[in-house]
């Protein structure tokens, strides 16, 4: 099993940036897709970005294209995505995931999930 834990997540004015973090932990990560995914209140989960940990394969949703990069060390174990220029309607819960690597931008599809950290924007 792989445990991941979330961080980085706070209060930020809009046009302002954050770097989330995704420690994972259990065993070492190989055949993997990790996925960063976001609820807001009254919204169902939703992709944000997502990338093959060993490498290539990164896709984010149109919304964030130009403003979000996924990035992975892979000695550390740590997925990280950084967003700029945020917006209000950006504020959610946002989750790390790992999936098989055939796993694709559903929610349903993945069954390893952190506890997620908030990240408020507001102006």
């Known amino acids: 099993q792989v445990h991941v834990v979330e961080s980085g997540g706070g209060w930020v004015q809009t046009g302002g940036s954050l770097t989330l973090s995704c420690v994972a932990s259990?065993?070492?990560?190989?055949?993997?897709?990790m996925t960063w995914f976001r609820q807001a209140p009254g919204k169902e989960r939703e992709f944000v970005s997502t990338i093959y940990w060993g490498g290539g394969g990164a896709r984010h949703a149109d919304s964030m294209q130009g403003r979000v990069f996924i990035s992975r060390d892979n000695v550390k174990m740590t997925l990280l995505l950084q967003i700029n220029d945020l917006k209000p309607e950006d504020t959610a819960i946002y989750y790390c995931?790992?999936?098989?690597?055939?796993?694709?931008?559903?929610?349903?599809?993945?069954?390893?999930w952190g506890q997620g950290t908030h990240v408020t924007v507001s102006s």
């Open positions: 995931a790992v999936g098989p690597i055939w796993a694709s931008t559903a929610p349903q599809e993945y069954r390893c």
């Open positions: 259990g065993r070492t990560l190989m055949n993997d897709t």
